[in-house]
């Protein structure tokens, strides 16, 4: 297993294990689903994204607030994401 695929798999584990279960459900389902196949950018910004509190992140992703600029566009593509589920 290589660096970038081991640094992944941490990030997926680590979004299955937040604190509230709608979190677990969006950003679990958004690392199993996309990180793999997704360039270093996105994989920095959801790093990042996991770095915050889940009422901070579940405000982002149902709307109620907006993301800080760095972090729109994931907020984007995991509500995008979602939604085709």
Known sequence: M??????VKKLQVKAHLRGSKENCELLGYFA??????????TINSFEQLLEFSDPEITDWLLGYMVPP???????ESITQLYKKV
């Open 32 to 41: 199993k689903k996309y990180l793999l196949n997704t360039d270093t950018e």
């Open 2 to 7: 290589n660096e970038l695929s081991k640094r």
């Open 69 to 75: 600029e760095h972090l729109a566009e994931i907020i």
